[in-house]
């Protein structure tokens, strides 16, 4: 899967910078306009504008520009490729827990139903 | 939360690396010695050790020395960082489909009961 994995490298590279992550921590909250995204970074706004390009052409945010002023905002499903890839990951010892945890809960629900 | 930052940071660095994130996916399978490790890679061993050096001081990997043979593992709960990372930047909108994707589960458990 090529693209799978272009995409993940793309995510991955992107989350990786502290300011790129506070960008879509902020973004998470509420679409957001450039200059709001750019007020809590002591950042000359053509750095802001290098970060913004990088997640954009990652996919994890999409922009629209009205007039002068352009709305950044979460792309849904954008940060989807990286909670499959650590899914991949999990050790045989985690999936056992997993299936012993799924297992607990429903014979507690059944005990809970009886 | 320092500490839970510095780690987030040292993970997503770790795991932007494609060769990174190859050594993660075989040892999801089982533990490796290093000379299993480094025989899908066309790379020298001393840049793989360099690899392998950032993976354990990110905590996604430990490894163990008996004689001369090291045997790395993955850290159980190596990744929970970056699980937690993606999970509180849910979209209030994604957060909404969550809660009736709970909801609907739990309604059809109910009319399935009953």
Redesign the interface.
């Known amino acids: 899967m090529p693209k799978y994995?272009d995409e993940?490298?793309a995510v991955?590279?992107a989350?990786?910078d502290?300011t790129r992550?506070a960008v879509?921590?902020r973004?998470?909250?509420?679409p957001a306009v450039v200059s709001e995204l750019a007020a809590p970074f002591s950042m000359a706004l053509p750095s802001l504008m290098q970060h913004l390009r990088v997640l954009e052409s990652a996919g994890i945010i999409s922009s629209q520009k009205d007039g002068r002023v352009r709305t950044v905002t979460?792309r849904?499903g954008g940060?989807d490729v990286?909670?499959l890839?650590?899914d991949?990951?999990?050790?045989?010892?985690?999936r056992q827990a997993d299936r012993l945890g799924i297992h607990l809960t429903r014979t507690t629900r059944r005990e809970r139903?009886t």
Chains 1, 2 share one sequence.
């Open positions: 994995h993940l490298d991955l590279r989350l990786a502290p992550r879509v921590e973004l998470a909250r509420s979460l849904p940060l990286v909670h890839w650590l991949e990951q999990r050790t045989p010892a985690e139903l």
